[in-house]
């Protein structure tokens, strides 16, 4: 069971418009909800982060959009640049015991950002 | 600061044997973990550490082992390696006991056959 799911494989965007990133979510106890960007044959790396308690978090060209109602985040991305151009993963983060945590991962989507 | 770092890069065994693959971290990190990254599946949890000789189990941890005796090093076992092992496995380590971000290896790419 997927509790955390990226609907779109792949996206593509004309450089300078946005890009939007969603991501839905199953479990209404994910305390907090992180995106990284990960480029071929290198690790994820982390781009922004949003508490459960709140709705947006912004930095830069990134924005990030959570509704807990519909459980559903967004990332947004403006600009549009081509080094955007990256595979993108929503992951969510779920306490465990004794103030331990671990994340749940989507499936990821590729941005593809056209000159 | 070197990050976090895996060896090897790339692993290719046959079915049967065994090996280990290893991830450190600089950064005095508690929270350190594992994932393997397979097509249209996203990265999934292996195991995690949120220190020193504590382990537990994450979404898929059948045929793999941990341990956690140093905070810098959380070598990831497998004991006897499947072709449904053939994966992208990339360590990870956070501060934040897993609430936060997390710093990633670059990946150790491993096929079995």
């Known amino acids: 069971d997927q509790q955390v799911k990226q609907n779109s494989p792949s996206l593509s965007v004309q450089e300078g418009r946005i890009s939007i990133l969603n991501c839905d979510y199953t479990n209404s106890m994910f305390d907090y909800f992180l995106w990284y960007k990960k480029y071929p044959a290198e690790g994820p790396t982390f781009l922004i982060s949003i508490s459960s308690i709140k709705d947006k978090n912004e930095d830069g060209r990134f924005t990030v959009f959570l509704n807990k109602s519909a459980k559903h985040l967004s990332l947004h991305i403006v600009p549009s640049q081509p080094g955007d151009s990256a595979v993108y993963f929503c992951?969510?983060?779920?306490?465990?015991?004794?103030?331990?945590?671990?994340?749940?991962f989507g499936t990821g989507t590729r941005l593809k950002v056209l000159a | 600061n070197a990050g976090v770092t895996q060896t090897p890069k790339f692993q290719v065994l046959k079915t049967g044997q065994s090996m280990t693959l290893q991830c450190a971290q600089d950064m005095n990190h508690e929270y350190m973990s594992w994932y393997r990254q397979d097509p249209g599946m996203g990265l999934r949890l292996i195991h995690y550490?949120?220190?020193?000789?504590?382990?537990d189990q994450g979404e898929v941890p059948n045929g793999y082992n941990v341990s956690r005796s140093t905070t810098e090093d959380f070598p990831l076992r497998l004991l006897s390696a499947a072709p449904s092992q053939t994966s992208v496995y990339f360590c990870?380590?956070?501060?934040?006991?897993?609430?936060?971000?997390?710093?990633f290896g670059p990946g150790t790419r491993l096929t079995v056959t």
């Open positions: 550490s949120v220190g020193a000789g504590i382990t």
């Open positions: 992951a969510a983060s779920a306490g465990v015991s004794s103030g331990t945590y671990k994340y749940i």
């Open positions: 990870a380590s956070s501060k934040d006991r897993g609430l936060g971000e997390q710093y």
